[in-house]
């Protein structure tokens, strides 16, 4: 068993990806009831930003304030990662990916991400990105506007890796340089929460 100890530093902003409304899945059923008021009903009676801050998201933070990711939000990424690179085929890039066979029952089974809660060291001020979001349906294009809370290029991440068999480790570590490409957190496909990564001690 090999344990990473691992540094990540945000090059880009990255975006906080859990819903800021506690009763999130709560409120979509209640407005999608018959009597539900419909959103210009809404806006008129609690306000936009109360109606922002409901679709907004944002990251979780601990007892004292501080934002953190959870665990499983870094096997998400190396799920995420390890899937794009098995699409490269004989790139020197995804080598150790594509040796990998059913590699979500790996990264489930094998691979170990600690602490639970992982504090984000922030490096400035925390802010709020705004962002247009287009999708093309039966009814035809729709445009919404998305909200999530941002923490600032520069800001630092640390937590531990425990690969369970060494023949896995190469993969990681592939899949912690790919951060370079695409990161961490809502929007990533826009260059959001990219990164780099060192080894600490």
């Known amino acids: 068993m090999k344990t990473l100890n691992v540094r990540l530093t945000l090059t880009e902003e990255m975006l906080g990806m859990s819903p800021a409304s506690q009763s999130v899945y709560a409120d979509y059923i209640a407005s999608n009831a018959p009597d539900a008021k419909n959103i210009q009903e809404e806006i008129e009676t609690i306000g936009a930003e109360a109606v922002t801050e409901k679709s907004m998201t944002i990251f979780p933070k601990d007892e004292n304030g501080n934002p953190f990711l959870w665990d499983y939000q870094i ?13 490269c085929k004989g790139a020197e890039i995804a080598k150790e990916s594509l040796k990998i066979k059913a590699f979500k029952k790996i990264i489930d089974g094998c691979i170990f991400v600690n602490p639970r809660k992982i504090i984000i060291a922030v490096n400035g001020e925390m802010s709020k990105c705004e962002r247009p979001l287009r ?18 290029a520069g800001s630092e991440i640390e937590f531990t890796v425990e690969v369970m068999s060494d023949d896995y480790e190469a993969a990681v570590r592939e899949w912690l340089n790919y951060g370079r490409y695409r990161g961490l957190g809502q929007w990533r496909n826009s260059g959001k929460g990219r990164f780099t990564w060192t080894e600490t001690e």
Not at 75 to 87: I, P, V, Y
Not at 138 to 149: D, T, W, Y
Request: hydrophobic residues 35%; positive net charge; charged residues 25%.
């Open 135 to 152: 999708a093309s349906t039966p009814q035809g294009e729709r445009v919404a506007l998305a909200c999530s809370e941002a923490v600032p």
């Open 75 to 87: 096997k998400g990424f190396f799920k995420d990662t390890c899937s794009a690179l098995q699409k």
